[in-house]
């Protein structure tokens, strides 16, 4: 027995659906694997290739997928470690119908088909997970509940074909239904679903469904005082019931529902309502497999019962980014969407930390700050947060804040599940520092702004952007009440955050060359956050203080509104805030090639083109320098 | 100095004549080889354990490998060194004769290829004479000098360790001549398609 094949199916039994296999069926294997190394850019196979004797999987690096239509690469999806591609040797003959393609430098175990069939003809488990995710199109590969480490990818439709395919798919739906008898009293029928969050109930007899009840029922019936809540639940439900068959299509439910105008439809065993009920269709199923609506996510959202769910959501969320993106939806819009569904994130995440905890024994906010306060947040970065809880009595104070630092421990090790990296500074609710009661937060505050530089504690300016998540409105407003009215002839803070703002390095040398990281492993990558889009960042927020723009926290907003309060100087403004589009959307693009935060941009993949709308979206900031200069007289630290 | 003419006539073992025969055309495959052994004179000291796998086509065939560990009692036991570790590992146990033959036979034309795979090539010549064989006909590459090369870099040595930081392979902390094979395996590769060899 070889010592690396074992090592290989030490590796292989940490992924689906090797997991299936014992160890020393996957040694087998693994005494069989070739591992190939591509070097980045290496092209695996290419669509019309003959098919290869084997299939592959990413031991490290990332393999991208692409499907080539209209002369152009669309990706399909990213391989990362432990994913399994190009199983289409399995399953059909013809030649490949796709690109792989090495992202990254990878290495990639290639697993013969002829050793690796026996083990699919005698496991049931590991054909069905194979076939599964091979007929799967990505969009449902990414929303299966198949949360393992690896998501195997052998897509085959890409987007022209997805809207026709889906049409014919098998939906997704309920379950579990509510099952109530006819007797059941309609008062508990109704505690039930509000429990369940869910917005019908079956009725049945001996098994058998007899009708159904749904919130129209209730509030047509119910709420008008038509009947009282104790009456028994046959009288108010509508009958007769729509059933229908286990496996029913998209396009037929939706005909179904249009045809007997309900919005709800029974599955049950053989499709008739003499069998075993298996579910419930509702229209919000309908509409979930219809799209990655913005509007679901965030219905979803509010129902999702762990992080496990959330994190779906979240993914689904980075695919409409990336669609969005590429169909040239504006990106002021795709921000706007995007931190509407990170709010009801993070916001369904204290909520269910509040459901573990019991309710909070003082009223309190949680702001979100930096980059999602601004709503500018994209990609997957990392969180912010400050927790502000009002003041109480100061026998309570110890009781009360223990309660909420525990709440901020809860929410952040949720979103962290979610995706949402932890600060590495600890800007966090959960953090000692920054769960604070109100009075503490306004002497922070005051701290900060009138005397900058003092107690070493650097002035972190992310704090300056916040944004409500959930609590009190009204603790929010006595926290910028408290800037703004500090921020009045503050010569002082202005110059501080002054010299902040123009401290970032320049992005183009004298000879207007990018300049670029010049160690580490991003060595000769353009450093696009710090360099080019944090100064735009900061001056808006600099100007937008000494302006008195309160409520308005989005960078290309803040620039916007300048451009109106101070018309001098208008043309500098609007400048600065398509600059700052142009910026964020290179950022996006590189971010979602490479699955992270986009901040370093590889110079040498770039076009031309791209290389000189970059140059342009650089110059405005040169003219912003000068005017923050002029403006605020930046003399007592520089 | 005049040693070949001793063995001028000399009759040699059967598989060292099929070695022989096999050098008629040019190989495909290489030969990815790491040794155990007690130190680097290739007459005081003996070979512990042989490794390797072979690449054909850019890929590391696992199922081609090859994994012996050496029964060497007579040199542990004459430096009164512990053999435990042969008796620990699971490794297939031969005689030094026997490794050999399998390994020759293994190797066929291929080219060999090692980390500093020089003296690893010095220490089977030493034990080829024993069996009264000549010496290895394979062509041997470095992977050392393979990454000097790339990088003209003429003034220093990488270690194993070093080249598998830098092309960024993960260190196992098994440490045998398997992992070691591997690991170079890997990082020929790499320097492979790098420095363009066909």
């Known amino acids: 027995m070889n010592t690396i094949a074992e090592h290989i199916a030490d590796f292989l039994k940490e992924y689906a659906p090797f997991d299936q296999l014992t160890f020393q069926e996957l040694s087998e294997i693994a005494a069989n694997i070739r591992v190939l190394n591509l070097e980045k850019n290496k092209t695996l196979f290419q669509i019309n290739d003959p098919l290869h004797d084997c299939f592959y999987m990413v031991n490290s690096g990332l393999i991208n997928l692409y499907a080539i239509a209209d002369a152009e690469e669309t990706i399909l999806s990213k391989c990362h470690e432990g994913a399994i591609f190009g199983l289409r040797p399995f399953f059909a003959k013809n030649n490949y119908m796709m690109t ?7 290495i990639v175990y290639a697993i013969p088909i002829a050793v690796f069939r026996p083990f699919v003809a005698n496991n049931a488990a590991v054909l069905d997970f194979l076939l599964e995710n091979f007929a799967a199109n990505s969009q449902q590969t990414k929303t299966s509940q198949n949360l393992g480490k690896s998501i195997i990818s052998d897509t085959v439709f890409y987007s022209d074909q997805k809207a026709e395919m889906q049409f014919f798919q098998a939906l997704s739906y309920n379950s579990n239904p509510i099952v109530v008898t006819a007797d059941a009293i309609v008062k508990d029928v109704a505690q039930l679903m509000a429990e369940t969050l869910l917005n019908s109930a079956i009725v049945c007899e001996n098994n058998m469904p007899i009708g159904m ?25 509508s009958t007769p019931i729509i059933t229908v068959i286990e496996n029913v299509s998209l396009a037929e439910a939706q005909l179904l529902m249009l045809k007997n105008n309900v919005t709800h439809l029974c599955v049950t065993q053989d499709g008739t309502n003499k069998s075993v009920i298996k579910g419930v269709i509702s229209e919000h199923d309908l509409v979930i497999a219809q799209a990655n609506n913005p509007g679901v996510l965030i219905k979803e959202i509010k129902r999702s019962q762990s992080s496990k769910e959330l994190k779906q959501i979240r993914l689904r969320l980075a695919d409409l980014i990336q669609n969005s993106i590429f169909k040239n939806i504006p990106l002021t819009h795709i921000n706007n969407i995007a931190s509407e569904i990170n709010f009801a994130i993070i916001k369904r995440a204290v909520e269910l930390s509040i459901l573990d905890l019991g309710s909070p024994p003082a009223r309190f906010a949680w702001l979100s700050i930096g980059s999602q306060g601004r709503k500018e947040q994209l990609l997957l970065t990392d969180q912010d947060s400050i927790l502000i809880f009002e003041d109480v009595a100061a026998e309570k104070y110890r009781e009360v804040k223990d309660y909420f630092l525990k709440l901020g421990k809860k929410t952040t090790l949720t979103l962290e599940k979610v995706g949402y990296e932890l ?5 966090m609710g959960s953090n000692m520092l920054w769960c604070k009661s109100l009075t503490d937060w306004v002497k922070q505050y005051d701290a900060w702004m009138n005397t900058p530089g003092e ?4 002035l972190s300016s992310i704090f300056f952007d916040y944004e409500l998540v959930i609590g009190e409105q009204k603790i929010e407003d006595a926290i910028t009440n408290v800037v703004f009215r500090n921020a009045k002839n503050n010569t002082l803070f202005f110059d501080f955050l002054g010299n902040d703002a123009l401290r970032k390095n320049s992005p183009l040398s004298f000879f207007k060359k990018f300049i670029v990281e010049e160690e580490g492993i991003y060595k000769d990558f353009f450093d696009i956050k710090t360099r080019a889009l944090m100064p735009l960042v900061d001056s808006a927020r600099l100007f937008a203080l000494s302006y008195d723009l309160i409520g308005i926290n989005n960078t290309y907003l803040r620039f916007k509104q300048l451009a109106i309060t101070d018309p001098k100087h208008s043309e500098i403004y609007l400048n600065c805030a398509e600059a700052f589009l142009t910026l964020s959307k290179f950022r996006t693009l590189e971010g979602l090639k490479n699955d992270d935060s986009g901040q370093y941009i590889n110079l040498e993949e770039m076009s031309k083109i791209d290389k000189e709308k970059l140059k342009n979206a650089l110059a405005p900031m040169k003219e912003l320098e000068e005017l923050i200069k002029n403006k605020f007289q930046l003399t007592q630290f520089s | 100095m005049l040693d070949w003419l001793k063995h001028i006539n000399k009759e040699h073992p059967e598989f060292w004549k099929t070695y022989i025969s096999k050098f008629g055309s040019k190989s495909k495959r290489y030969v990815i080889l790491s040794t155990e052994k007690t130190g680097l004179n290739p007459h005081n000291d003996v070979l512990l354990s042989i490794s390797a796998f072979a690449v054909v086509n850019d890929s590391i065939l696992i199922s ?20 435990e570790f042969i008796i620990e590992s699971k490794l297939p146990k031969l005689s030094e004769p026997e490794a050999i033959k399998a390994f020759i036979e293994f190797i066929e034309n291929a080219v060999l290829v090692g980390h500093h795979v020089d003296f690893d090539v010095e220490m089977f010549n030493a034990a080829l004479e024993r069996l009264g064989c000549g010496r290895l006909k394979n062509e041997a590459l470095d992977i050392d000098i393979m990454h000097r090369k790339l990088h003209d870099i003429t003034d220093k040595q990488f270690s194993l360790d070093e080249l598998s930081q830098i092309y960024k392979i993960p260190i196992s902390d098994r440490n045998s001549s398997s992992e070691d094979a591997y690991r170079t395996a890997l990082l020929f590769l790499k320097l492979k398609s790098r420095l363009g060899i066909k």
Do not use: W
Request: glycine content about 4%.
């Open chain 1, 100 to 106: 792989a393609k090495a992202r990254e430098e990878s």
């Open chain 1, 213 to 237: 009840v749904t919130h129209t029922d209730m509030s047509s019936k119910i709420a008008t005082g038509r009947y009282t809540n104790t009456v028994s639940v046959d009288t108010i439900m």
């Open chain 1, 423 to 427: 600060c590495p500074n600890g800007h």
């Open chain 1, 455 to 458: 107690n070493s504690n650097e």
């Open chain 2, 64 to 83: 081609d490998s090859f994994e012996a560990v050496l029964l060497q009692y007579k040199y542990l036991h004459d430096n009164q060194l512990s053999n």
